[in-house]
């Protein structure tokens, strides 16, 4: 069964600064993976996906992601941080024969300090 | 921009009492999910529905819970007898396909049972 690890809880980060977020997943097959994201009060909003290709990323918000095979890694970048990116970040596998059955990490929540 | 919408945001309820959970789709969407969280922890896949009837669940969707689409707006979850530990957000997804990933999220009803 697949999984997805987040390894940071929290991040906390200066305005202006760059971010990015760890995401390690366990698949067998080739992952369609995701980031959301979930600002305080709101739904999740899908910011990019990999399905395959181009294992750079380019997402919603500035947001880009590289998917690299032999580390097991979709990890999350931003150059230049602002405030309203505050929010918790969600990393998800999805399984191609099930669908849209996501299996999601545990979130990461990044603060964004003025 | 269309949207997911959820109804309640929050329900306190006693524990053994039922509770419904309601979400209005995309219009034109085809397929529809619930994911919940429990405080802090994953998202998890409930349930996803397709054509009137269940495409697939997770062992957490056992008899307590129940899924509909009454008028071909709403899409509903049934919880028949509560317990403590369904106190989650419930967020309800729909998608046009079943391409993977391309999910629409609600901005989820917190279920507070006591």
């Known amino acids: 069964a697949q999984s997805v690890t987040q390894p940071d809880i929290h991040i906390t980060v200066s305005e202006g600064a760059s971010l990015e977020l760890r995401c390690n997943y366990s698949?067998?097959?080739?992952?369609?993976l995701f980031w959301y994201v979930q600002s305080p009060g709101q739904g999740l909003q899908l910011l990019l996906k990999?399905?395959?290709?181009?294992?750079l990323v380019q997402g919603i918000k500035g947001f880009e992601a590289e998917f690299k095979r032999s580390q097991s890694s979709f990890n999350l970048r931003k150059p230049s941080v602002h405030w309203s990116d505050a929010a918790e970040y969600f990393c998800?596998?999805?399984?191609?024969?099930?669908?849209?059955?996501?299996?999601f990490g545990g979130g990461t929540r990044v603060l964004v300090k003025p | 921009e269309p949207e997911v919408t959820q109804t309640p945001s929050h329900q306190v309820t006693q524990m053994g009492q039922e509770v419904i959970l309601r979400c209005v789709p995309i219009?034109?969407?085809?397929?529809f999910y619930w994911y919940r969280q429990i405080l802090g922890q994953k998202v998890e896949f409930l349930v996803s529905?397709?054509?009137?009837?269940?495409?697939?669940k997770s062992e957490i969707f056992d008899d307590q819970f129940s899924v509909e689409r009454p008028d071909g707006s709403n899409f509903t979850l049934k919880i028949r007898s509560t317990k403590l530990e369904d106190s989650a957000m419930y967020f309800c997804?729909?998608?046009?396909?079943?391409?993977?990933?391309?999910?629409?999220f609600g901005e989820g009803s917190r279920l507070t049972v006591l």
């Open positions: 219009s034109n969407h085809l397929y």
């Open positions: 529905f397709y054509n009137n009837e269940i495409s697939e």
């Open positions: 998800a596998v999805g399984a191609g024969a099930a669908g849209n059955k996501l299996t």
């Open positions: 997804a729909s998608s046009e396909t079943t391409q993977v990933g391309e999910l629409f």
């Open positions: 990999y399905f395959s290709g181009d294992t």
């Open positions: 698949y067998g097959a080739t992952p369609y």
